[in-house]
T-cell receptor
């Protein structure tokens, strides 16, 4: 199993450009998550999807949209990138129920100039 | 509401010495508690979790953590640190009484551990 995969690994955008971060998992997990990691602030939840066909806002959803394309894939879109969105983005997944932990992808480092 | 505090931004320890990374939490009910480790340019890796039962939890790579309900703490420990333990460590909590969709975790700000030879 590849686990959780993310593409791209690195990306540089100009302010106002758009892009989609891709995430896929092959563990048949129901729940998927998008986080951003900024120094000293830990991981903050952007959006999550408890199951295929559902998505909900997390702690910092402004400026982002998500799509749960199917059970495997959960994408994060920046419609008009801003320098404040410079961050490292992590996707995670977990099985349903408790007390399962989350499994993380390798991350995407995004710089917005 | 649930929250996690990691009071130390960085912990320095000599190789072979005991390592402790502190974590305190706040939840309205009973907690599920997790520790994750992040090596440079990598995603987070699960180390261990407390759900219920024995207050001392053993995990991967020789790490353990002690749950203390009265002090609302879940400190990560390793008896003898290795240089390869140098990484960023995150504590996370979920209130298992909260039946919200998604089983969301709240993460602390992270503690950087530097183990010197």
């Amino acid at each position: 199993n590849a686990g959780v995969t993310q593409t791209p690994k690195f990306q540089v955008l100009k302010t106002g450009q758009s892009m989609t971060l891709q995430c896929a998992q092959d563990m048949n997990h129901n729940s998927m998550y998008w986080y951003r990691q900024d120094p000293g602030m830990g991981l903050r939840l952007i959006y999550y999807s408890a199951s295929e066909g559902t998505t909900d806002k997390g702690e910092v959803p402004n400026g982002y949209n998500v799509s749960r394309l199917n059970k495997r894939e959960f994408s994060l879109r920046l419609e008009s990138a801003a320098p404040s969105q410079t961050s490292v983005y992590f996707c995670a997944s977990r099985p349903s129920g408790d007390p399962y932990e989350q499994y993380f992808g390798p991350g995407t480092r995004l710089t917005v100039t | 509401a649930q929250s996690v505090a990691q009071p130390e931004d960085q912990v320095n320890v000599a190789e072979g010495n005991p390592l402790t990374v502190k974590c305190t939490y706040s939840v309205s009910g009973n907690p599920y508690l997790f520790w994750y480790v992040q090596y440079p340019n990598r995603g987070l890796q699960f180390l261990l979790k407390y759900i219920t039962g024995d207050n001392l939890v053993k995990g991967s790579y020789g790490f353990e953590a002690e749950f203390n309900k009265s002090q609302t703490s879940f400190h990560l420990k390793k008896p003898s640190a290795l240089v390869s333990d140098s990484a960023l460590y995150f504590c996370a909590v979920r209130d298992f009484r909260v039946k919200a969709a998604g089983n969301k975790l709240t993460f602390g700000g992270g503690t950087r551990v530097l183990v010197k030879p």
